[in-house]
């Protein structure tokens, strides 16, 4: 579903063990029960979490989940809480288990275990920071200094170009450095890597940010020139309210000149590979020279420009923009990204003063949440960011048994098999897209738990005491990491998560999906639970990330990920009115106040929900065998499918995280995947869902794509 690389921490359900029996509302149960499992056999549904009050066909995120929701309490140091969070806490209480034994058996130098234990130890030694003050800033705030001339000024923000999410699978399309740079192989040339420039550049989530005229929003901007002034008053910069006045008004600029989150999830707009020497032709202003000989590109022939309008408009103001304004800028965002670590979504590795302003805007401001993490829960997230291999390779070790691979290896061949039965039986196909549909989804690779391949630290230096520079070393390695690829054979079977990720995706570019070991747990995944439950939590993550090969996007890559479009034109116009259908229902949702779902933004991962939940249930049926599904806990078979379904939306979200996530985000609010069920028929046998109903749809307007 790639729930995004950077978490949606969305949704809760309790401890099964924990949860106590409820009686069955009689007006959702089932007519006649084929079976009584017996008692000792887990529903897998979080009964005590469900609201009876509540009529499934009206609301079925707060029927499955409204008894949970009215008693639960956000944590403060949480701008969300729910399902995805519970697999988070069980991670990181992992991860804390592993890196205590790693720092008390006091490993040997030059290896992954001690640059595990070292980088920790750097982060948890807050003397350490206080003292160190910004000494790990030095060589680049002095580099920024140093600017004197427009060639300066490209070398500078060359140098500070990291690599950047996949723009296929991201959600805001742009980094927090002037570019970002992604490597992957080539839109239309599958067997080499090529690079693709990405816009970026600004300090808030996103260009709406800068230019909307709601109250919300600027109160937002004011709070922002405030934390900026305030940063630069603490790094002892003079003129703060001045400087951070002309930052905004620099940002504000950059905003402007960025492509808007819909234009950039078009990969035909973004498909504008350019010859390195026509940049200062196309996007004049930059010295592009200066800035690919910085940024370690000046080997490639040809870039991709991802957003072409954004690179030239960027360009631009590089040119014309004073200098000083510039150095302003750097300065601050330098500060900004040592004492916010948006890999953590936490206080960065500053000294304190500088990491609570951070927070104080990141944190409270855009995201709602009044109290940060404790600082040894940021200190797991920062190392497992930074070593992500090395720590996820003794994660998988330890916590992902070969039993579990087995379980959820069968259950993606079965759900495959259900979508190659789904396709056979379209009518509205056309014979030859539905053979290319299912040659794709035949050659999809399928990554379950872990890589056949780990990462090599080897030349990344990690220091006890410094605990800024190993970050800054680690996202360096990174994007060298990235680079190093160009030139080479295409890695098919590579990984863009660690196994302690709670997250899974689907590559187009690969064909291939990942699903990482810390999603594969309760409550998504139990081995001993009822088969209802897990294909109706995992499975549809499963058939989630399986349709998201054959949705707006995947439609547009074959079986070798080379962009090329493989519906023919009568099937592509079934395909556009579907979804234009889905998306109208999406966007009649309005979660805050006068804030409605986007459902053009939306529209690829709507599509992959109500797919996703239809082949996973053709497949829990098939797995019957042709036999009813016991009754337990008073639920049928597919009642606890759709429950299980719901709960793993459950979410309680603060309102400044959800206008963030409703204007930035390629997915839907949690809420509103929950009420997927509503295009799929048995939901309707299962719960009795009828016309008058608000989540009702006629069966002609339910919409089936796949």
Known sequence: MHLNRNLLFLALACSLAACKPASNDTANAPATPAATAPATVSSGVDLAGIDKSVKPGDDFDAYANGSWRKTFEIPED?????????????????????????????????????????????????AGIEQRGLEPLKPQLDAIEAIASRADLARALGASVRADTDPLNATNFYTDNLFGVFVAQGLQDPEHYV????????????????????KEMVETRNAYETYVAAMLKQAGIADAEKKAKSILALETKIAKAHAPVVDSQDVHKANNPWEQAAFARKAPGMDWTAFFAASGLAPQKSIVAWQPRAITGISKLVGSEPLPAWQDYLRFHALDHGAWNAATRGPGELPKAYADLAFGFHGTTLSGTPKARERSKRALDATSAALGDA??????????????????????RNILAAFDERVDSLAWMTPETKAKARDKAKTMRVGVGYPDAWRDYSTLEIRPDDALGNRLRAELFEYQHQLAKLGQPVARGEWWMTPQTVNAVQLPLQNAMNFPAAILEKPFFDPKADPASNYGSIGAVIGHEISHGFDDTGAEFDAQGRLSNWWTPEDARHFREATKKLAAQYSAYEPLPGLHV???????????????????????????????????????????????????WRSKIRDAALRQRILTDGHAPAAQRAQTVRNVDAWYDAFGAKPGEKLYLAPADRVKIW
Do not use: C, W
């Open 78 to 126: 949480r701008s969300n809480y729910g399902a995805f969070t519970v697999l988070v806490e069980t991670a990181e209480r992992r991860n804390a288990e592993l890196i205590a034994q790693l720092a008390a058996s006091k490993p040997a130098p030059g290896t992954d275990a001690r640059r595990i234990a070292d980088f920790h130890a750097a982060y948890m030694d807050e």
């Open 391 to 412: 720590v996820g390779k003794l994660y998988a070790e330890k916590y992902f048994p070969a039993s579990s691979k087995a379980m959820v290896e069968e259950m993606v």
């Open 195 to 214: 690079a693709s420039l990405m816009q970026g550049g600004l300090g808030m989530p996103d260009r709406e940010y800068y230019l909307s005229g709601d």
């Open 598 to 648: 986007n459902g053009e933004l939306t529209s690829g991962e709507n599509i992959a929900d109500v797919s996703g939940l239809t082949i996973a249930y053709m497949a829990y049926r098939k797995s019957l065998g042709g036999k009813e599904a016991p009754v337990i806990d008073g639920l049928t078979g597919d009642q606890r499918f759709f429950l299980a379904y719901g709960q793993t």
